[in-house]
């Protein structure tokens, strides 16, 4: 499967502390999206981090992109309760059809307040 | 307001009976896309279109149909649900990929059971 794994699949913290998720994938890729969904709603999109790009920021989120050892992470900074929800990577496969986008499994972060 | 809109948002049906989940965008967006998650498996694409009347299947088109007849429409047809399909569904739109960036505008849901 060309699935992105979300690592680790659940995570619970307090309110203030940084939450990070990582993502690995397999395959060369153009770029990879980061998304936030609350519980059983759609999904939001976060970031998008070029295949070319290394590191970036949102606000309180910043991702990195290793594309040696095919991984990502996102950190939310000072995280809030409104912060719970998963977190899905999704990759844009470089050499495959553009239209397919492949999505991981997710991490449940959980901020208690 | 920019959206995606899915209909229904809940159905309980019974094995073998026709029904389409209709997607509808209006962001003038020529990509669209149809997802099922299921627990444990994450979002699994089951087909996409990157423009009027071209549509590709995705991982798992077994059991799905789709038409691309308007820039808007994307509907998802299960001409004969079983069981296996209860899921929750997922229309997404975005921009064609060679122009800028690329993130999906995701409708709110479509809850189906089939009994």
């Known amino acids: 499967s060309q699935q992105g794994e979300e690592d680790p699949q659940a995570l619970s913290i307090q309110e203030g502390e940084n939450a990070t998720m990582n993502c690995s994938y397999k395959t060369s890729i153009n770029n990879l999206q980061w998304y936030r969904q609350n519980s059983g709603r759609g999904l939001v999109h976060l970031i998008l981090i070029r295949s070319n790009e290394r590191e970036k920021h949102s606000g309180r989120l910043r991702v990195t992109l290793d594309t040696s050892k095919k991984s990502s992470s996102l950190l939310i900074t000072a995280s809030r309760a409104a912060d719970t929800a998963s977190y899905f990577c999704a990759t844009r496969d470089r050499g495959s059809t553009l239209g397919r986008l492949y999505f991981g499994r997710g991490t449940q972060l959980t901020v208690w307040p | 307001e920019a959206q995606v809109t899915q209909n229904p948002r809940y159905l309980i049906t019974v094995t073998g009976k026709k029904l389409t989940v209709t997607c509808s965008q209006n962001m003038n967006h020529e990509y669209m896309s149809w997802y099922r998650q299921d627990p444990g498996l994450g979002l699994r694409q089951i087909y996409y279109s990157m423009n009027v009347e071209v549509t590709d299947k995705g991982d798992v088109p077994e059991g799905y149909k789709v038409s691309r007849k308007e820039k808007r429409n994307f509907p998802l047809i299960l001409e004969s649900p079983s069981p296996n399909q209860t899921s929750l569904y997922f229309c997404?739109?975005?921009?064609?990929?060679?122009?800028?960036?690329?993130?999906?505008?995701f409708g709110p849901g479509t809850r189906l059971t089939v009994t």
């Open positions: 997404a739109s975005s921009p064609p990929p060679g122009q800028g960036a690329r993130e999906q505008y």
